[in-house]
Nanobody
Framework: QLQASGGGFVQAGDSLRLSCTAS????????MGWFRQAPGKEREFVGAITFNGNSTHYTDSVKGRFTISRDNAKNTVYLQMNSLKPEDTAVYYC?????????????????WGQGTQVTVSS
């Protein structure tokens, strides 16, 4: 129901834009979040955007580099990643939550995409 795409192999300092497309238009009334999981680490919150796009929130390590946006007409949420660092290497997941405000805990997201690999080389 959620399809993430756009991952790849890039050099440090490069940019990537991830997309998350929902199969149902109803997802566009949900809070949408991005998480990532590096090998051997727990899944961590990256950022989220409210259903209307009026509010976003990011984890400290990506603030100023990553931007989340959404195009509800296209049932799609984006994660623009600039100035990528090797420590950004992970599988990135998009997720949908019923909450109206931003939540950062993975368990509060009900629907998940399959993940897309981002590898940043130094």
């Amino acid at each position: 129901q959620l399809q993430a795409s756009g991952g790849g192999f890039v050099q440090a300092g490069d940019s990537l834009r991830l997309s998350c497309t929902a199969s149902r238009r109803t997802f566009m009334s949900y809070l949408m979040g991005w998480f990532r999981q590096a090998p051997g680490k727990e899944r961590e919150f990256v950022g989220a955007i409210t259903f209307n796009g009026n509010s976003t929130h990011y984890t400290d390590s990506v603030k100023g580099r990553f931007t989340i946006s959404r195009d509800n007409a296209k049932n799609t949420v984006y994660l623009q990643m600039n100035s990528l660092k090797p420590e950004d290497t992970a599988v990135y997941y998009c997720a949908a939550s019923y909450h109206l405000w931003v939540v950062t805990t993975a368990s509060m997201y009900k629907y998940w995409g399959q993940g897309t690999q981002v590898t940043v080389s130094s």
